[in-house]
């Protein structure tokens, strides 16, 4: 299976056999609530809601939806609203998380508690979906937002983060390209030590469900054109599923150049956890918190 666009992803959740539920954290937030009721009215999710009660209802009474009073759990911080959201996971009362009006680090520190959080060994990461104008089909990048400078064995969690992600999403076996700036290795660029060292990981059978190539830069990753005129040979390039960057300033301005200058749109959420984490920055819009929702319902 391989998704196109987000229609198709979306499809794809309508048609899933369970109707996934989403608990939002601190949300008396205006347009996290506008993305999560576009999702209910899609058949795509049904949200709990934990935070400030009275908010939460000036907000829903001028979205004009109404919710059960069970629906809604009252909360007197942000960080009770991050705890009761987190217990409600460890409890199965729902599939995942969206943050709503709180800080990041405020929902992260309930979520990477050692005792109640919900830390499964690996590296949490952020997997953030493109579609992209002219691309074929949806395109990765990670981590462009948890991990600073990850190093080879956390660029290989990294990496089985997105795998894992994708083939909850029905692919059977992603095709992975580890960017650098050259495709040949030197030793005085660790990108590209490293970059080869999880493609060796991968021939071997340590790294499995995936085709890794790497290292290799972004223009032969993206263009079979531009790798036969450098006589590169690779079943990644031009059909990449997943990016992985050196580090997260890579990532981010990847991300970021996909879409306010290539006019992608974008999902995304923090993989790693035992559910995903629906974590879009303050200057998100609604359609990239609905799409993130979609994403995360797509993978649980």
Do not use: W
Request: proline content about 4%; aromatic content about 4%.
């Amino acid at each position: 299976m391989v998704f196109k666009n987000f229609d198709e992803l979306i499809a794809k959740v309508q048609n899933l056999d369970t109707v996934k539920r989403v608990v939002v954290a601190a949300a008396q937030d205006e347009h996290t609530l506008e993305a999560v009721f576009k999702a209910v009215g899609d058949k795509l999710v049904t949200p709990v809601l934990v935070g400030n009660r009275e908010k939460i209802g000036a907000i829903l009474e001028k979205l004009g939806v109404a919710l059960p009073d069970d629906a809604i759990i009252d909360a007197a911080t942000d960080a009770e609203s991050a705890a009761l959201a987190v217990q409600m996971i460890r409890e199965g009362k729902a599939d995942f998380i969206m943050k709503g009006k709180i800080n990041t680090a405020d929902l992260l520190k309930a979520v990477v508690d050692k005792e109640k959080g919900l830390r499964t060994g690996s590296v949490m990461s952020v997997v953030a979906l493109h579609e992209v104008p002219g691309y074929h089909k949806l395109l990765c990048v990670t981590d462009g937002g948890m991990m600073m400078y990850p190093n080879l064995d956390e660029k290989r969690q990294i990496l089985e983060n997105a795998v894992k992600t994708f083939r909850d999403m029905g692919y059977e076996k992603p095709k992975v390209a580890v960017l650098a700036a050259v495709e040949a290795v030197n030793p005085k660029m660790p990108e590209t030590v490293e970059a080869d060292a999880l493609k060796q990981m991968n021939l071997n059978g340590e790294i499995e469900n995936c085709i890794i190539e790497g290292p290799i830069s972004y223009d032969l990753t993206m263009s079979r054109e531009s790798a036969a005129i450098k006589g590169f040979e690779s079943e990644i390039c031009g059909d990449p599923d997943i990016l992985i960057v050196p580090n997260i300033t890579v990532g981010n301005i990847l991300s970021k150049a996909l879409i306010y200058s290539a006019g992608a749109k974008m999902a995304g959420f923090i993989v790693g956890a035992k559910v995903p984490i629906v974590l879009t920055s303050r200057g998100a819009t609604t359609e990239e918190k609905y799409l993130s929702l979609v994403l995360s319902a797509s993978a649980v």
